[in-house]
């Protein structure tokens, strides 16, 4: 069964560009990545399907009903964290929650303290006081205490650290083992590649491709940057590297391959500094989505 | 009923600065007034030397003197309403527009309620939160007046119709400035704009006084609801008045069409 049904859902912000023809669907039951570069459409897409935005043309259903004209009722099963969380300032932690939960038919109150508990979430101060990842947190409480069946995320880890970031994965790894359906919006591959099933990427408001995420999993380019006084270029040779360029006391390169060989090549070299990074989602579009 | 509360709740304070100041102004004025009857004739010498286009300016070109209760209320009355106008115009402009502008609406909408229920909730708590200060001008209209008068009469009927246009009063502005909050992008300031309405339309009247005739009056609840007028007629005008009702009913409807069909943007 499928939980969302876009049907070529397009959105023109006056002339400029929202999206474009966009169809796709999440099944019950996944996680359920949609990737794309900032500005790419992930955004108009996902406020669409909360009817805070209206279509230029095209559809979309959620749980089988049409996402605006049954809105209200939908939303009763959907728990949406925007990328950017603001809230009543003048308000107490609790008070905000509570007002949320005020909103769904259930009680809430146990789940409500669970969630805090494990955010450590500080229930008793003013959201003006907070600082923005604790924001973030009362955004992730306030999302998903009414235990949601669709759980709706727009970049939902700008602002978390590291150990947060865990824990906000495994609520939602969790939740989804109970049975929730999550679509899971973001700009970084390597979180998507961590927790999603499939993925939609997005780019200048199309949809390129439709994945499974073991196709994806293949893709692991890594942005290896090597700095020393005497550095052979020519070490570097090996199969998967790419853009290689060299200044005078540093070599740049995209590396896709077994990383144990690009260890060994580096080991094998006098270096003073190794950098391994994450590429960007542009930048692996360069490569990979040409 | 949530939104409400909530509502109700964020309004509490300004409407109890409000409702303190406006009936604190009425106590003010009247506190003058026996003072004023004193002089009675005196006073009446002293505005016959002012320039006819001031007295014209501040509505006391009338028959009314300044020596009887009424008529000197009538004076204050027009403060009372510049103070309503500004009240009920930033109510306007604001309850709507806070949630985009503070950027809170992506936290309610997301929530299992529709626009329709939002936009009523919120009107509801605007509506209400005017209301009560409408009552503390009642009671501070009266009250200063009982306390004040010193012996003269005063004609309670007259009095009675005059506070009973400023339900009408208050929506026109509340109305006006939720159609505005709707019909823009965003509003940045609300004070700029409730300012600009409620001064713009008072202004307007004042105008519309020195050069005469009613063609300037024709969109000013000031005009609509002169308190001169009124008090001397034991009357409104019903063909002025009817123009604010229509007002009134042209931005509900409108808004509410809008708000429903309106894209929330984020950051």
Not at chain 1, 174 to 189: D, M, P, R, Y
Not at chain 2, 129 to 140: K, Q
Not at chain 2, 181 to 191: A, C, D, E, N, T
């Given at each position: 069964?499928?939980?969302?049904?876009?049907?070529?859902?397009?959105?023109?912000?006056?002339?400029?560009?929202?999206?474009?023809?966009?169809?796709?669907?999440?099944?019950?039951?996944?996680?359920?990545?949609?990737?794309?570069?900032?500005?790419?459409?992930?955004?108009?897409?996902?406020?669409?399907?909360?009817?805070?935005?209206?279509?230029?043309?095209?559809?979309?259903?959620?749980?089988?009903?049409?996402?605006?004209?049954?809105?209200?009722?939908?939303?009763?099963?959907?728990?949406?964290?925007?990328?950017?969380?603001?809230?009543?300032?003048?308000?107490?932690?609790?008070?905000?929650?509570?007002?949320?939960?005020?909103?769904?038919?259930?009680?809430?109150?146990?789940?409500?303290?669970?969630?805090?508990?494990?955010?450590?979430?500080?229930?008793?101060?003013?959201?003006?006081?907070?600082?923005?990842?604790?924001?973030?947190?009362?955004?992730?409480?306030?999302?998903?205490?009414?235990?949601?069946?669709?759980?709706?995320?727009?970049?939902?880890?700008?602002?978390?650290?590291?150990?947060?970031?865990?824990?906000?994965?495994?609520?939602?790894?969790?939740?989804?083992?109970?049975?929730?359906?999550?679509?899971?919006?973001?700009?970084?591959?390597?979180?998507?590649?961590a927790l999603c099933n499939r993925v939609a990427i997005i780019?200048?408001?199309?949809?390129?491709?439709?994945?499974?995420?073991?196709?994806?999993?293949?893709?692991?380019?890594?942005?290896?940057?090597?700095?020393?006084?005497?550095?052979?270029?020519?070490?570097?040779?090996?199969?998967?590297?790419?853009?290689?360029?060299?200044?005078?006391?540093?070599?740049?390169?995209?590396?896709?391959?077994?990383?144990?060989?690009?260890?060994?090549?580096?080991?094998?070299?006098?270096?003073?500094?190794?950098?391994?990074?994450?590429?960007?989602?542009?930048?692996?579009?360069?490569?990979?989505?040409? | 009923?949530?939104?409400?509360?909530?509502?109700?709740?964020?309004?509490?304070?300004?409407?109890?600065?409000?409702?303190?100041?406006?009936?604190?102004?009425?106590?003010?004025?009247?506190?003058?007034?026996?003072?004023?009857?004193?002089?009675?004739?005196?006073?009446?010498?002293?505005?016959?030397?002012?320039?006819?286009?001031?007295?014209?300016?501040?509505?006391?070109?009338?028959?009314?003197?300044?020596?009887?209760v009424l008529g000197y209320f009538t004076f204050t009355f027009?403060?009372?309403?510049?103070?309503?106008?500004?009240?009920?115009?930033?109510?306007g402009f604001h309850f709507l527009s806070v949630e985009e502008?503070?950027?809170?609406?992506?936290?309610?909408?997301?929530?299992?309620?529709?626009?329709?229920?939002?936009?009523?909730?919120?009107?509801?708590?605007?509506?209400?939160?005017?209301?009560?200060?409408?009552?503390?001008?009642?009671?501070?209209?009266?009250?200063?007046?009982?306390?004040?008068?010193?012996?003269?009469?005063?004609?309670?009927?007259?009095?009675?119709?005059?506070?009973?246009?400023?339900?009408?009063?208050?929506?026109?502005?509340?109305?006006?400035?939720?159609?505005?909050?709707?019909?823009?992008?965003?509003?940045?300031?609300?004070?700029?704009?409730?300012?600009?309405?409620?001064?713009?339309?008072?202004?307007?009247?004042?105008?519309?006084?020195?050069?005469?005739?009613?063609?300037?009056?024709?969109?000013?609840?000031?005009?609509?609801?002169?308190?001169?007028?009124?008090?001397?007629?034991?009357?409104?005008?019903?063909?002025?008045?009817?123009?604010?009702?229509?007002?009134?009913?042209?931005?509900?409807?409108?808004?509410?069409?809008?708000?429903?069909?309106?894209?929330?943007?984020?950051?």
């Amino acid at each position: 069964m499928n939980v969302i049904e876009i049907n070529n859902l397009t959105k023109y912000y006056g002339k400029a560009r929202g999206i474009i023809d966009v169809s796709f669907n999440v099944k019950e039951g996944e996680i359920f990545g949609f990737i794309g570069p900032n500005g790419a459409g992930k955004s108009t897409t996902i406020r669409t399907l909360l009817s805070l935005i209206f279509p230029t043309s095209g559809s979309a259903t959620i749980f089988g009903k049409d996402c605006i004209k049954y809105g209200p009722e939908i939303r009763q099963d959907i728990g949406y964290l925007p990328s950017e969380v603001f809230y009543y300032d003048k308000m107490k932690v609790i008070d905000l929650l509570k007002y949320s939960a005020s909103f769904y038919k259930k009680d809430c109150t146990k789940r409500t303290h669970e969630l805090a508990e494990i955010m450590e979430l500080d229930l008793k101060r003013r959201i003006d006081d907070l600082s923005y990842g604790n924001k973030k947190k009362v955004g992730i409480v306030q999302g998903l205490l009414h235990e949601p069946k669709l759980i709706m995320l727009d970049e939902p880890t700008s602002g978390l650290d590291p150990l947060m970031q865990q824990k906000f994965f495994d609520i939602i790894e969790k939740e989804n083992k109970k049975g929730a359906t999550v679509f899971f919006s973001s700009h970084i591959l390597a979180e998507v590649q961590a927790l999603c099933n499939r993925v939609a990427i997005i780019k200048e408001g199309s949809i390129v491709k439709l994945e499974d995420i073991k196709t994806l999993s293949a893709v692991h380019y890594k942005k290896i940057t090597v700095r020393g006084d005497k550095l052979d270029e020519s070490k570097f040779n090996i199969e998967g590297v790419s853009e290689l360029q060299k200044q005078a006391h540093e070599i740049k390169f995209y590396y896709n391959g077994d990383i144990n060989k690009m260890i060994g090549a580096i080991g094998a070299e006098t270096v003073q500094d190794v950098l391994i990074e994450e590429p960007s989602l542009e930048e692996i579009f360069m490569h990979y989505y040409k | 009923m949530n939104i409400f509360t909530y509502e109700l709740k964020m309004y509490r304070n300004s409407i109890i600065i409000w409702s303190i100041s406006i009936a604190g102004l009425l106590v003010l004025f009247m506190g003058i007034y026996p003072s004023m009857a004193a002089d009675a004739a005196l006073m009446d010498m002293i505005l016959e030397n002012y320039p006819e286009a001031m007295l014209k300016a501040f509505g006391m070109a009338g028959s009314l003197s300044l020596s009887s209760v009424l008529g000197y209320f009538t004076f204050t009355f027009a403060f009372v309403q510049l103070c309503l106008a500004m009240q009920s115009s930033y109510y306007g402009f604001h309850f709507l527009s806070v949630e985009e502008r503070e950027l809170t609406a992506d936290f309610l909408m997301s929530k299992p309620v529709s626009r329709r229920r939002i936009i009523i909730a919120k009107f509801m708590a605007a509506f209400v939160s005017l209301l009560i200060t409408n009552l503390c001008v009642w009671v501070g209209s009266f009250g200063s007046i009982m306390l004040f008068r010193d012996g003269h009469a005063f004609e309670p009927g007259n009095l009675i119709v005059l506070l009973s246009t400023i339900i009408i009063f208050q929506l026109f502005f509340l109305c006006i400035g939720m159609l505005v909050s709707v019909l823009v992008k965003k509003i940045r300031s609300v004070l700029a704009f409730s300012m600009a309405l409620a001064f713009g339309l008072y202004i307007l009247n004042a105008l519309r006084g020195i050069i005469g005739g009613e063609l300037l009056g024709i969109i000013t609840p000031f005009y609509h609801f002169e308190a001169s007028y009124i008090i001397e007629h034991g009357k409104y005008n019903m063909a002025t008045a009817s123009i604010s009702i229509g007002i009134i009913i042209v931005s509900i409807v409108s808004s509410y069409l809008l708000y429903l069909k309106r894209n929330i943007h984020s950051l």
